[in-house]
């Protein structure tokens, strides 16, 4: 197949929950946005994990880390109900609160710790005794040494939200090419120009690289 060349401001390479979330941001600003992904969008690590959203707060995060997970936590409610208004598709987005559950004493000490550390981070973890575990979780079986319940954790349906994502970055005019795996990049001197497929060449003036275990590669 013939090479041909495509222009944009910005190309993103992956397409999972972090590379839909950037061109979806980009693409809202009025940016030409390609988003390039080796497979199908959205099917690896994104899909696979289990959409906890820990709780955050900005005012008292300390680490830089604690900081971004803090702004995370606190924006997903608001692009959630973007996602909905803008696509009609709900991602199943809920604050409904978590259970953390130490089952032996390794389990146990790590929980303290982090009660601790994030009690100082105003993020609150509640002990439970036995009995007001079964109460929110009659289903958990076994012993366990020690509990925590933590109101502010909230929840999203990773394939809901990521086809919200994809169905918002469409809406917003970005290119989704699943299927075009990144081969290698466009370079002037010691800038990157661009992306290069099998079949094409992806120029821009930014290139966002997300492509999760495959960036090395990349």
């Not at 690896?44 to 005012?59: F, K, N, Q, T």
């Not at 803090?70 to 709900?90: C, H």
């Not at 954790?153 to 394939?159: F, S």
């Amino acid at each position: 197949m013939p090479e041909h060349s495509c222009a944009s401001d910005v190309v993103v390479v992956g397409g999972g929950v972090i590379g839909l979330s950037v061109a979806y941001s980009c693409a809202r600003s009025g940016l030409r946005v390609t988003v390039l992904d080796r497979g199908a969008l959205g099917q690896e690590a994104s899909c696979a994990g289990a959409g906890i959203l820990p709780p955050g707060r900005s005012d008292a995060a300390r680490s830089a880390y604690a900081q971004l997970l803090a702004a995370s936590s606190e924006m997903y409610a608001e692009l959630s109900q973007e996602l909905r208004d803008q696509t009609g598709i709900d991602n199943g987005y809920r604050r409904c609160g978590g259970l953390e559950i130490g089952f032996d004493d390794q389990d146990a000490h790590a929980l303290r710790s982090a009660a601790g550390h994030h009690g100082q981070e105003g993020i609150t973890w509640q002990p439970l005794t036995p009995a007001e575990v079964r109460t929110l979780e009659p289903s958990l079986a076994g012993p366990f040494r020690v509990a925590y319940v933590i109101p502010g954790m909230a929840q999203v349906r990773n394939p809901r939200h990521l086809k919200a994502l994809a169905a918002a970055c469409a809406k917003e005019g970005a290119r989704l090419i699943p299927g075009a795996p990144a081969c290698g990049f466009e370079t002037d001197g010691d800038r990157v120009r661009g992306v290069r497929t099998p079949d094409a060449r992806h120029l821009a003036e930014t290139t966002v690289v997300t492509a999760g275990a495959w960036s090395g590669g990349v």
